[in-house]
């Protein structure tokens, strides 16, 4: 199908005149999506798990079934792996405090890769400062590239964590997190991955990568916001202790006892956002519905428009790699004198949305020798139109500011 031809599964983007180009922040979300969300409520809306009558029954259902449908989406060996959270921010928390909390000792050390969204690294942080353990930083090249030497250096037999995203929200450059997780499994530790900006775009196969843990929100997703997920092998699961106490994560409870539920269920205290995950679910029916084949084609000839268009803007440079195919509908970039915040204000002046600023990843930026960017971001729904207004907007910027041409 054609991007106009999709576009009309997406009421904002039929009922805006807006460019949307900010998707690495959020999605847009077709009908589907928000007409499951408005069934759930409609026909389903009881508290799931807690009641035996036939509502209650639905609800409980139709949230085991998305449970089930993310299962297969990324290839777990069982729904039990399943952990449903509000974001991939909550889902790192998560790890951070049930695992990092209880399974990092002094002298421990965790390796964080200099690329990640603060989500990814600021709990390693917290964990680090608590334990005793030491922060060490999986340093890339100014392209993006992590090489296998500083892979092989910074890993070492006192690595017991490595937190890595599988694509940047900066760069969009696709880490190479098999070889990350592969190493750190030889030295006896284990592997986090944000898949954030890999999942709504790409194939992601937890087996295939060997992922202890694995993130990412449906927000992103086409999906709710609120609803996240988290993956965490079925053995690991089961000896991390509860994140959240209260409702619906026990066995039994008396006074002198508490016995925890299993599974996911144990991490998924109080009322859950059933509604959210039927949006979920049904996000991910469309995906597949298109395919990843077709998604990432479309993408990746808006990013190499992209690309293309704006590295010949006298003034304008790209941050990361000069190909395209290292971007993944991801593309940030300055312009000289020009502060990135007044280049979001110029092009939202012309109706185009994207994002500066330093995009959750302080760090990285300043190992790529600046304070922020600009960065716009591509779903399979945008148009080379959209593209090319893009970069007739940038073209003019500097002569906006006074510049000249």
Not at 80 to 106: D, H
Not at 179 to 202: C, L, N, T
Not at 267 to 289: H, Q, W
């Amino acid at each position: 199908m054609s991007s106009n031809a999709l576009r009309e599964d997406f009421p904002l983007l039929n009922s805006e005149k807006t460019i949307y180009l900010d998707n690495a922040a959020t999605s847009q979300k077709p009908s589907s999506v928000i007409e499951a969300e408005r069934n759930f409520y409609l026909n389903q809306n009881a508290n799931p798990l807690r009641g035996f009558y036939p509502l209650s029954l639905e609800a409980t259902k139709a949230y085991e079934d998305a449970r089930r449908k993310v299962a297969s989406f990324i290839n777990a060996k069982t729904d039990q792996e399943i952990v449903f959270t509000r974001n991939t921010t909550e889902s790192m928390n998560l790890v951070a405090y049930s695992y990092g909390l209880s399974f990092i000792k002094p002298g421990d050390e965790i390796v964080v890769s200099i690329l990640e969204h603060h989500s990814n690294m600021l709990p390693w942080r917290m964990v680090a400062e608590r334990t005793g353990a030491t922060i060490k930083y999986l340093f890339c090249e100014p392209d993006g590239t992590i090489s296998d030497k500083a892979i092989e250096e910074a890993i070492t037999k006192n690595t017991k964590l490595v937190a890595i995203g599988q694509i940047s929200n900066v760069l969009g450059c696709l880490n190479p997190v098999e070889k990350v997780i592969k190493r750190v499994h030889e030295m006896g530790g284990v592997a986090v991955i944000d898949a954030a900006q890999s999942a709504p775009h790409m194939p992601v196969d937890v087996q295939a990568l060997d992922a202890d843990f694995l993130a990412f929100s449906g927000h992103k997703l086409l999906g709710p916001m609120g609803i996240g997920v988290l993956y965490v092998k079925e053995n690991i699961l089961a000896k991390m202790p509860p994140f959240l106490t209260g409702g619906e994560m026990i066995e039994s409870v008396t006074l002198e006892k508490v016995i925890y539920a299993r599974g996911p269920q144990k991490f998924e205290a109080g009322t859950v956002n059933a509604a959210g995950a039927a949006g979920l679910a049904a996000a991910i029916d469309y995906i597949n519905g298109i395919g990843f084949d077709e998604i990432m084609k479309k993408e990746d000839a808006l990013t190499k428009r992209a690309i293309e268009k704006l590295s010949a803007i006298p003034h304008v440079h790209i941050l990361g790699s000069n190909d395209y195919k290292n971007h993944h509908g991801i593309v940030s970039f300055t312009i000289d004198n020009v502060h990135p915040h007044d280049v979001s204000e110029v092009l939202s002046s012309d109706g185009i949305a994207v994002r500066a600023g330093h995009h959750c990843a302080q760090p990285l930026l300043k190992h790529l020798g600046v304070n922020s960017c600009t960065r716009a971001s591509f779903m399979f729904y945008n148009t080379e139109d959209e593209i090319d207004a893009l970069a007739e907007s940038v073209s003019k910027i500097r002569e906006k500011m006074g510049y000249g041409k």
